[in-house]
């Protein structure tokens, strides 16, 4: 529910806890499984309501909120297929990387070196403090991602 910025309300004669992790699912299927897991119906439930900009901090809570459900999807899967996602999100740091390298338009740096510029300290920060609580295999796991992500940072 939280990757998919749906909100749900369980009715108070439900208890405990239900956890399922899905995987691009539509959000009918993600609802009737966990309505069926116990014993339960659903139905939407419209709210109209003026749009609230979010401060800083939520826009802030929100996007940690994301980054750790990410990586607890990842953590959840079995060791082959999370070395094949730690690759492909290898392959795209780098490939950012060397599309940061092209030239842009009248000596500027280009999208891609921008959005590095931009987002990369960031990336780099958050990813710093996330590795640092995690085990020492989590980190050798995760420690290929990291030097291309710091490479891409220092622009080899």
């Not at 009715?11 to 539509?26: E, H, M, N, R």
């Not at 826009?59 to 996602?85: C, G, I, L, N, T």
Request: contains cysteine.
């Amino acid at each position: 529910m939280t990757a998919s910025g749906f909100i749900a309300v369980a009715s108070t004669d439900l208890t405990g806890a239900v956890t399922c992790a899905f995987d691009k699912a539509p959000i009918n299927d993600v609802l009737d499984k966990l309505a069926a897991s116990v014993s339960a119906k659903w139905q939407p439930v419209y709210t109209l309501s003026v749009p609230r900009v979010l401060s800083d901090t939520e826009v802030e809570a929100r996007q940690d909120q994301r980054f750790m459900s990410r990586w607890a999807q990842y953590w959840a899967k079995p060791p082959a297929e999370r070395a094949q996602d730690l690759q492909q999100q290898i392959d795209r740091i780098n490939g950012w990387a060397q599309a940061a390298k092209e030239p842009g338009q009248n000596g500027q740096p280009n999208g891609a070196a921008r959005g590095l510029q931009r987002m990369g300290p960031r990336m780099l920060s958050r990813m710093n403090k996330y590795t640092a609580a995690l085990s020492t295999a989590q980190r050798d796991e995760l420690k290929p991602m990291m030097q291309a992500l710091a490479r891409a940072m220092a622009g080899n």
